[in-house]
């Protein structure tokens, strides 16, 4: 039986980072091996479906977004020009191109030189973890985090400039969500906020929603600090937002924040202080390399609530390296809640 008062942010979750990174075609890792090895090897790796890496217990998402509100931006990639010159085989179409002629969001690492996505756009990965949703209704809360990408030109290639990410645009972008998932099944900042007077407030006297509330559901997190201003422009501690903001603790939104490369005791602090925490347990493919768990195992220990690798359970490294919670469980009790009541019932699907 599940546990009626467990928080969602009492236990720990496992993401994945860049979820829709499908690599790199093999003639286009050879441009980049001849101008920019050292960024190559932190390109070397794709995650399998949105969907497998749901059923392998992935729980945190990890999704870049690049506006395009006429359609087109990102239709004819310069890399593929620069296979052509190189006179490499070229590689299969990296997407539809019906579907990157058509407006609206879409999902890739670094316009024009690192575009596959195992999703389409935007609106399409959100499908597929709606239909994922659908099909085990009392799922673990899925936390979908979505970095709104502003990647500057690469000298000296003349790649497009991305879209600001303005008011307009996070509009546009809660629309997007809203077209695919109903208002019920994802849990937004007025659900947490209450009557409170703001998201804060409601965090640090009230706490997350339970457990069992939040299970079947998605919650949507903003990744960059730098948008939130342009997103809660209009809308005070969040009200009739979708997403929760990266913030910065103690100020009128704070719920949410990330510290990717935090100390654990710092993160602890925040997590004990009721926020939810994400941070990496690796980075740039440099711990799995060496095999080095010590930065893992610190994050674990950390209680921070999103755990993001590149190597989540099901895509350990060639040296073995991987992220898991013992038994191949798909959540585990935090270990800074330890005077919670948290079971084995409440730690899966």
């Known amino acids: 039986m599940h546990t009626a008062s467990l928080r969602l942010n009492e236990l720990q979750y496992i993401g994945s980072h860049n979820s829709y990174h499908a690599g790199l075609g093999a003639s286009e890792a050879v441009i980049w091996k001849r101008v920019d090895p050292a960024t190559l090897a932190m390109l070397d790796y794709a995650h399998p479906s949105l969907t497998r890496q749901l059923d392998d217990g992935v729980r945190q998402l990890e999704l870049d977004v690049y ?4 359609g087109g931006r990102y239709a004819h990639p310069v890399i593929d020009k620069l296979v052509r010159e190189a006179g490499l085989p070229s590689d299969p179409p990296f997407a539809d191109s ?17 575009q596959r996505s195992n999703c389409q756009p935007f609106i399409a990965c959100l499908a ?47 629309a997007e969500i809203r077209s695919v998932f109903s208002r019920h099944e994802y849990v937004s900042p007025d659900d947490v906020r209450g009557q409170f007077p703001t998201l804060n407030a409601a965090i640090c006297k009230q706490g997350w929603p339970t457990l ?53 005791g710092s993160i602890a602090m925040l997590v004990k202080q009721g926020y939810l925490v994400r941070t990496r347990t690796d980075a740039d493919l440099k711990e799995a390399a060496r095999h080095d768990t010590t930065r893992r195992d610190a994050m674990l220990a950390s209680g921070a609530q999103l755990l993001s690798t590149d190597y989540p359970d099901g895509e350990a490294a060639a040296t073995g390296y991987v992220v898991s919670f013992p038994g191949h469980l798909h959540a585990r009790c935090n270990p800074l809640f330890v005077q919670t009541s948290c079971t084995s019932a409440d730690l899966s699907p």
């Open 67 to 70: 506006g395009d509100a006429k």
């Open 212 to 264: 069992q509330g939040a299970r079947g559901k998605v919650i949507f997190l903003l990744d960059q600090r730098w948008v939130g201003p342009a997103y809660l422009q209009g809308h005070p501690s969040l009200r009739g937002r979708v997403f929760f903001t990266n913030a910065v603790p103690g100020t009128d939104d704070a719920a949410f924040t990330e510290l990717n490369d935090g100390d654990a």
């Open 98 to 114: 019906d579907v990157m002629q058509r407006p609206g969001f879409k999902v890739m690492h670094i316009q024009d030189l690192d």
């Open 128 to 174: 597929d973890i709606r239909a994922w949703s659908q099909a085990h209704p009392a799922h673990l809360p899925i936390f979908t985090l979505v970095e709104t990408v502003l990647s500057p030109a690469r000298k000296p290639y003349p790649i497009v400039e991305p879209e600001p990410f303005d008011t307009k645009a996070l509009d546009a972008l809660d």
